[in-house]
């Protein structure tokens, strides 16, 4: 229970309703490896091809590193790897919110967007190729370079990086 606590508070989860979910989102992509495995070790060619799917879903997402990932990599996976993906966290390490509480609220209110389009899910799980699209939605008064708190944010920033992105993962190199 302690464990999931500072879960919440660090990935600025509303209640452990969304915590279960990113862990039932892990669950399923282990169960559906272990399976992947026994039908492998039975030579399948059909398990083949859904552990390249698998394991190409899973490196879009951003959840597993570029390269030559396997089954054993998904295995090894845990919840932290799937709540780094979710839009509010990303929204907080790129130094676009105040806070990760602060991200979340502003996704809510539909002040970020995803290339064209608007996205007020903060549990929005997030591929790898949209990351370098997020941006002020262009209709927010957060769009502003010059609002007020957009200017107040960037000062503090400057001063104070946050401390989130030291235990944020390195970018994969080449990526977005």
């Given at each position: 229970m ?10 600025g989860?509303k209640?452990?309703r969304?915590?279960?979910?990113a ?12 399976d ?7 030579g399948e060619a059909?398990a ?7 394991l190409?879903?899973l490196?879009r ?41 602060g ?8 002040h ?5 389009h608007r996205?007020?899910r ?5 591929p ?13 008064p ?16 400057s ?5 989130a992105e030291a235990?944020a ?5 080449g990526?977005?």
């Open positions: 302690e464990e999931e606590g500072k879960l919440l508070q660090k990935y989860l209640n452990k969304e915590l279960w979910k862990q039932s989102i892990l669950r399923g992509f282990r169960r559906q490896a272990r992947l495995q026994a039908r492998l070790r039975a059909q083949r091809r859904e552990t390249d799917q698998l190409g879903r490196t997402l951003g959840v597993l590193a570029p390269g030559a990932p396997t089954l054993d990599d998904v295995l090894a996976l845990t919840t932290e790897e799937v709540l780094r993906r979710r839009l509010e966290w990303i929204v907080f390490t790129r130094g676009l919110a105040p806070t990760v509480f991200g979340r609220q502003w996704i809510v209110h539909g970020f967007s995803i290339g064209d996205v007020t903060p549990g929005y799980l997030v790898s190729a949209e990351e370098g699209e997020i941006h002020y939605a262009p209709t927010s957060l769009a502003d370079d010059e609002h007020s708190v957009r200017v107040a944010l960037r000062e503090r920033l001063a104070h990086p946050p401390a235990s993962p390195p970018a994969p190199e990526g977005a």
